[in-house]
């Protein structure tokens, strides 16, 4: 059925750049909303980027400026370019889907990937 698959992950040094990917399968919602979420150890999931099917894009404000996110709507791809990593950053990132809404930057999506970790040091 719905299927979402995260890669790219990995470990960086602070400064340095990732690429992180998400390919969603089984899914057919439209007009609809994409997010990468991060959780770090002792913390709560959080949204960090997001876009929706009309290109509008979310940043939560700490990526702002550092992070971008793109995707193909044909096919329910999502890519999350982090550059200027910081140790902060470190967290297990998550891609997830839901129906569409006024604002992507929020936390109840539908579908979810098991995530990918991203380690920075300092």
């Known amino acids: 059925q719905v299927q979402l698959v995260e890669s790219g992950g990995g470990s960086a040094q602070a400064g340095g750049s990732l690429r992180l990917s998400c390919t969603a399968t089984?899914?057919?919602?439209?007009?609809?909303?994409m997010a990468w979420f991060r959780q770090a150890p002792g913390k709560e999931r959080e949204v960090v980027a997001a876009?929706?099917?009309?290109?509008?894009?979310f940043y939560e404000t700490s990526v702002k400026g550092r992070f971008n996110i793109s995707h193909d709507n044909a096919v329910y791809t999502l890519d999350l370019q982090m550059n200027t990593l910081k140790p902060d950053d470190t967290a297990k990132y998550y891609c997830?889907?839901?129906?569409?809404?006024?604002?992507?930057?929020?936390?109840?999506?539908?579908?979810w990937g098991q995530g990918t970790q991203v380690t920075v040091s300092s």
């Open positions: 089984g899914v057919s919602y439209s007009p609809y909303c």
């Open positions: 876009v929706n099917s009309y290109g509008t894009t």
């Open positions: 997830a889907l839901r129906r569409w809404s006024p604002t992507c930057l929020r936390n109840d999506y539908n579908y």
